[in-house]
Antibody
Framework: EVQLVESGGGLVQPGRSLRLSCAASGFGFDAYAMHWVRQAPGKGLEWVSGIFWNGISTGYAASLKGRFTISRDNAKNSLFLQMNSLRPEDTALYFC????????????????WGQGTMVTVSS | QSVLTQPPSVSGAPGQRVTISCTGSSSNIGAGYDVHWYQQLPGTAPKLLIYANNNRPSGVPDRFSGSKSGPSASLAITGLQAADEGDYYCQSHDSSLGDSEFGGGTKLTVL
């Protein structure tokens, strides 16, 4: 079955770190760029980060100010998001999403989504 | 506040046609960047509905269509069904921000 399954979310205190994972199956994971997209409770979608098929190039939303790091392990069909210095405004459902192409670009569209993992930042 | 503006809500009766607009500027849609559309049904993950302005992924009914003109894009849904109720988002690249941007979303209600 073609799917993406996120994990690693939870309740974390402000200033702490969390690492999200996304397990891909049913398609050639190493042939596609991948992304993280988040959705705050009751709010819209926000692109967070993207990574090329080979991990060589990465991109981030300007609002993150360098706190997050995306990475991937093609041998394990896995995508990761390391989140540091977490803030209450980072509270959201984090989706893993597959790009239609190998390299994310200005034409990137996300044609496969996971169900998301919830991150709550609160003291 | 998103750089892509969508109406907060639209509604229509079963069988009718509705359109959802997505208005951008010269740094995104108006610059020629592709527009994509997503459907998010209640309690589910988003699903790609239209890519590159007017292309449907395999499995998406032809009741859904997209168009683009100048700094704006539109999603049209014909033969409205109760199962279409949910939120719809447009997405495009913004050169000023240097990243991918989503519209604020439009809630579709089938009366």
């Amino acid at each position: 079955e073609v799917q993406l399954v996120e994990s690693g979310g939870g309740l974390v205190q402000p200033g702490r770190s969390l690492r999200l994972s996304c397990a891909a199956s049913g398609f050639g994971f190493d042939a596609y760029a991948m992304h993280w997209v988040r959705q705050a409770p009751g709010k819209g979608l926000e692109w967070v980060s993207g990574i090329f098929w080979n991990g060589i190039s990465t991109g981030y939303a300007a609002s993150l100010k360098g706190r997050f790091t995306i990475s991937r392990d093609n041998a394990k069909n896995s995508l990761f998001l390391q989140m540091n210095s977490l803030r209450p405004e980072d509270t959201a459902l984090y989706f893993c999403a597959k790009d239609r192409y190998a390299e994310y670009s200005s034409s990137s569209a996300f044609d496969l989504w996971g169900q998301g993992t919830m991150v709550t930042v609160s003291s | 506040q998103s750089v892509l503006t969508q109406p907060p809500s639209v509604s229509g009766a079963p069988g009718q046609r509705v359109t959802i607009s997505c208005t951008g500027s010269s740094s995104n849609i108006g610059a020629g960047y592709d527009v994509h559309w997503y459907q998010q049904l209640p309690g589910t993950a988003p699903k790609l509905l239209i890519y590159a302005n007017n292309n449907r992924p395999s499995g998406v009914p032809d009741r859904f269509s997209g168009s683009k003109s100048g700094p704006s894009a539109s999603l049209a849904i014909t033969g409205l069904q109760a199962a279409d109720e949910g939120d719809y988002y447009c997405q495009s690249h913004d050169s000023s921000l240097g990243d991918s941007e989503f519209g604020g979303g439009t809630k579709l209600t089938v009366l």
